[in-house]
């Protein structure tokens, strides 16, 4: 059974740092892109990033770029978004999934980020 | 960026009637592999996102046959032939040809 655990959500301030994991399991983690999707709170979905199988190709939205990082470490079957110059309309539910914008599949039940002063 | 918009925002049902959510992009979501990447999820209260339906009609494992996806191009139709009460939720399309992939606002789905 495939399962995506996000963790590192929390409050943090304006203009500060978070770093989000991933822990998959129930599938060959090196064989998937992995992204992550996010979802202000009661609004709709929005993709933040992704990364490819060996980690050599990253895309990010624009609104994230430069700010945020996105790695992963096949051999721990973990999935990271470090996020930096954090921002209120940051403030969202995390998803990790598993997939790229083609064929994303499974999503892990999330981590709230939020953001404020 | 590709805009989906999707209608009715809103839905209410009544149980074993059939219900309609349209899709349009902004764009033809055909990509150059002949392919066109448009996704279906169902977002329950409380839960994440499950996909339902992927390359606008291919059903995934475990969703029940009254859910199918259609359309072509830039207009796409997710029908619920029979509604039952676990469908009651949120359903958003996503285009997955162009970056950055974008989400329609969602359509939420209740039981009359």
């Known amino acids: 059974e495939v399962q995506l655990v996000e963790s590192g959500g929390g409050l943090v301030q304006p203009g500060g740092s978070l770093r989000l994991s991933c822990a998959a399991s129930?599938?060959?983690?090196?064989?998937?892109?992995m992204s992550w999707v996010r979802q202000a709170p009661g609004k709709g979905l929005e993709w933040v990033a992704t990364?490819?199988?060996?980690?050599?190709?990253?895309y990010y939205v624009d609104s994230v770029k430069g700010r945020f990082t996105i790695s992963r470490d096949n051999a721990k079957y973990s999935l990271s978004l470090q996020m930096d110059s954090l921002r209120a309309e940051d403030t969202a539910v995390y998803y990790c999934?598993?997939?790229?914008?083609?064929?994303?599949?499974?999503w892990g039940q999330g981590t709230l980020v939020t953001v404020s002063s | 960026d590709v805009v989906m918009t999707q209608s009715p925002l809103s839905l209410s049902v009544s149980l074993g009637q059939p219900a309609s959510i349209s899709c349009r992009s902004s764009?033809?979501?055909?990509?150059?592999?002949?392919?066109?990447?448009l996704i279906w999820f169902q977002q329950r209260p409380g839960q994440s996102p499950r996909r339902l339906i992927y390359?606008?009609?291919d059903r995934d494992s475990g969703v029940p046959d009254r859910f199918s996806g259609s359309g072509s191009g830039t207009d796409f139709t997710l029908k619920i032939s029979r509604v039952e009460a676990e469908d009651v939720g949120i359903y958003y399309c996503m285009q997955g040809t162009h970056w950055p992939p974008t989400f329609g606002q969602g359509t939420k789905v209740e039981i009359k």
């Open positions: 990364i490819k199988q060996d980690g050599n190709e990253k």
């Open positions: 764009q033809s979501l055909v990509y150059s592999d002949g392919n066109t990447y």
């Open positions: 999934s598993r997939g790229s914008s083609w064929h994303v599949e499974y």
């Open positions: 390359k606008v009609s």
């Open positions: 129930g599938f060959t983690f090196s064989s998937y892109w």
